[in-house]
């Protein structure tokens, strides 16, 4: 009789101790047969945001007699500064923009044959004078507005018909001419008078990188 007493209080106090981890502790209920699990929700990862962006704004529907002109902006993301101007300047002329578009049916369209000749009176014989103000290094968080080849899209392309299209459009810019000097290895600017330039904008021409970019394909309607 003694030892079922001391059992019994043996018992209790097991009981006693293991109360509280039983109120904490939470049942996970076991899936009927044939009954199916559901996965855990898994936030989407949003794409990283390039660096410098090229954003265009311009009509979404446009009527054949109407005067468009679209414009381009560039917007630094990163977290240094980015050389946007002066661009190389050369004989040979050079596209800084272009259009791409898709049909309804996402067949791509054709370009237009179009002559360009430059006729800028400018004296290539002698080197550029470059001068601070016409250096421009687009800071972190700021935006500008760059210059298009063609304000309007349907220039360069052949729109057929009326109807729905995707527009894209590709941005380039290429830093002044450089060549690696002969002394210290590193890039420096020809064909160019710097003697009027601060140091910083110097340096910033010397380590300056070209810049190619596309656009997001935005819709626009031909009626």
């Not at 209790?12 to 559901?38: F, H, I, N, S, V």
């Not at 936030?43 to 962006?53: A, D, G, N, R, V």
């Not at 800084?96 to 360009?116: C, M, N, V």
Request: charged letters at 20%.
């Amino acid at each position: 009789m003694l030892s079922l007493q001391i059992v019994a209080r043996c018992l209790l106090l097991l009981c006693m101790a293991l109360a509280p981890a039983a109120r904490t502790m939470r049942t996970c209920p076991r899936p009927l047969p044939g009954q199916k699990t559901r996965a855990p929700k898994v936030t989407p990862k949003l794409p990283e945001q390039p660096p410098i962006e090229l954003r265009v704004s311009g009509p979404a529907i446009i009527h054949r007699s109407d005067r468009v002109e679209f414009k381009a902006m560039l917007i630094n993301h990163g977290s240094a500064g980015v050389l946007v101007s002066p661009a190389e300047r050369s004989h040979a002329f050079v596209l800084s923009s272009w259009w791409d578009a898709t049909d309804a049916s996402g067949a791509p369209l054709d370009h237009e044959s179009i002559g360009y000749c430059p006729v800028d009176g400018a004296d290539y014989s002698h080197k550029w004078r470059l001068t601070d103000s016409s250096i421009r290094v687009l800071k972190p968080g700021e935006m500008t507005e760059v210059p298009l080849t063609f304000p309007d899209p349907r220039d360069p392309l052949k729109f057929r018909k009326k109807g729905t299209y995707q527009l894209t459009l590709h941005y380039f810019f290429n830093p002044p001419g450089r060549a690696p000097d002969t002394k210290d290895g590193e890039l420096v600017l020809t064909n160019y008078e710097t003697s009027s330039l601060s140091p910083a904008n110097i340096l910033a021409l010397r380590k300056a990188t070209g810049l190619s970019l596309t656009s997001k394909a935005f819709t626009i309607v031909l009626e």
